[in-house]
């Protein structure tokens, strides 16, 4: 065991050659601290940014190339050479180093292996930019593309809620305010309820990606720059809609985009948390709504006899991490002065996982959404005894020229009878009933069932069949939109060159 502390007080002697390997380092004597190196890398996680870094990059020179700040064989050097790199990171032919590596982030590691690549003309792609603007224009490039894979995963998700409540049209249960049966509404409408608020969680998905699509580059360290960069041209590159942006200040610190798509994935996971809830509350013994599927529960090492909704426990936990990841990073800006700080590069880890977190809990969801059994007659049960079709009584006097509020003390006496006599509202003979509430005829058994009562809620997002019909199609036609968008996602303009090759053409 190595009982040698390091204190930390040593000097950075054996740090040798001055660091910042080659992107700086000019102005200093000495090496850094391997201890400060460490703690200040952001080469093992912002490696992920790699394959967007290049896409950046490439945007970068093809524009220098355009304008004439990069010329001739230069410019078709660093071109070539970026695109190489990328086809073999692309490939896995080359990977970039998780630790060990003498590069700070994964901009360094980038720029020097190009110039292992190509040589000096590889120290002029950095004209005109700063790793300021570079890391944030990969930044956006990453989200973007994050975003696109939760909306494509939030649609598949729906849609298995939706291919449920078309089985379900007609199968009745309590619908619950303050957990406490309240009135009958359909199992379609339950859930289709979760699929809305996911769907407008795709919505927000997509707006978010709207909104990260603007253009830092051309903003250089945080004063924009001197060389011919054309900022409108990269952004077109890149497939930023809105161009470049408005600020250059604001463009190197502005991580209000990671900010949004830290609380779109809360919020989702949220909902995610609300539905996983309801699975471990409606597997339980005591309601029983639903069993799952063996493929998606587990058992206990000591109880033989369990069945345990873990999956769903699991997802209603990881709604929690990612919260925190929001709240961790609005902390981290709050304060900050412009432009760009370092404490900006803590914007990474926290999308990282919480992108990471709701994709894989959006996966898993719809694998558990597809292993639930439903059990109707436990639903059927669950009418029973709770006298749902109070209001149903009330309303229906109401109607008959009673006023609310003396039909609502009547349909209580009625209750009361039907309690004290063990049975439900439909099964008192008419005398009784007309005991309770003198107005009432012999339709009134029309309207005390359940699937009366659900009928009979007729209004727009109500449980009445013909309502459902309505939402299920609207649903539908939501998710199918969501999926072609997240799917037909066009490459940004500067990636479809790379891979026809035409990196290169119509360059002087
Ligand atoms: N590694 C940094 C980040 O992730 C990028 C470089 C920022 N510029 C600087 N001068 N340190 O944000």
């Not at 800006?333 to 370092?342: D, E, H, I, M």
Request: negative net charge; aromatic residues 6%.
């Amino acid at each position: 065991m190595n009982t040698e502390i390091d204190t930390g007080d040593r000097p950075a002697d054996d740090a040798g050659e001055p660091s910042g390997e080659g992107l700086w380092g000019g102005r200093f004597r000495s090496g850094l601290h391997p201890a400060i190196h460490d703690f200040t890398n952001s080469l093992p996680f912002d490696r992920r940014l790699v394959r967007h870094d290049l896409v950046g990059s490439l945007a970068h020179a093809r524009t220098l190339a355009e304008t004439g700040v990069l010329e001739g064989e230069d410019a078709r050097a660093v071109l070539r050479g970026l695109s190489a790199l990328l086809e073999d990171v692309e490939a896995g032919e080359v990977r970039v180093p998780e630790g060990g590596s003498p590069d700070e982030d994964v901009h360094g590691w980038i720029e020097r292996s190009l110039r292992e690549r190509i040589g000096e003309p590889a120290g002029r792609l950095h004209t005109g930019r700063s790793r300021n603007d570079q890391t944030a224009v990969a930044l956006r490039l990453w989200t973007r593309d994050a975003l696109v894979r939760l909306a494509g995963a939030a649609a598949e998700l729906c849609r298995a809620w939706i291919d449920e409540a078309e089985q379900h049209r007609e199968t009745a249960l309590p619908g619950y305010t303050h957990l406490q049966r309240a009135q009958p509404v359909t199992l379609a409408h339950h859930l289709l309820a979760h699929a809305w608020s996911v769907l407008e969680d795709g919505r927000r998905l997509r707006s978010v990606h709207d909104a990260a699509g603007v253009s830092p580059l051309g903003a250089g360290a945080l004063a924009g720059t001197s060389h011919d960069v054309d900022p409108e041209r990269t952004a077109e590159l890149l497939g930023f809609e809105q161009g470049p942006h408005p600020n250059s200040l604001l463009a190197v610190a502005d991580r209000d985009y990671v900010a949004e798509a830290l609380f779109t994935a809360s919020l989702l996971m949220t909902h995610l948390s609300r539905w996983a809830g309801e699975v471990v509350l409606w597997s339980s013994t005591e309601f029983g709504f639903l069993e799952l599927d063996d493929s998606v529960a587990q058992g206990s090492s000591i109880m033989p006899q369990k069945k345990n909704p873990e999956a769903a426990e699991v997802l209603r936990g990881k709604a929690g991490r990612v919260a925190g990841r929001l709240s961790g990073f609005l902390h981290t800006l709050k304060g900050l002065p412009f432009a760009y700080n370092s404490d900006l590069q803590e914007d990474k880890e926290p999308l990282f996982d919480a992108m990471d977190t709701a994709e894989e809990s959006l996966r898993a969801a719809r694998v558990l959404a597809r292993g639930v059994r439903w059990r109707p007659e436990r639903m059927a049960e669950a009418l029973r005894g709770g006298f749902l079709t109070a209001t149903e009584l009330a309303d229906y006097l109401a109607r008959r020229g009673v006023p609310f509020r003396e039909a609502h003390e009547q349909v209580g006496r009625a209750v009361m009878e039907a309690e004290s006599r063990g049975t439900e509202l439909w099964e008192l003979p008419l005398e009784v009933i007309l005991e309770a509430c003198p107005a009432a005829g012999e339709d009134v058994f029309e309207v005390l069932s359940p699937e009366a009562a659900c009928r009979s809620h007729d209004t727009p997002g109500g449980p009445a069949p013909g309502r459902v019909a309505e939402q299920l199609e609207e649903a539908r036609e939501r998710v199918d939109e969501l999926r072609t968008w997240s799917r037909e996602r066009p490459e940004p303009p500067v990636v479809r060159f790379h891979r026809s090759g035409a990196l290169l053409e119509g360059l002087a």
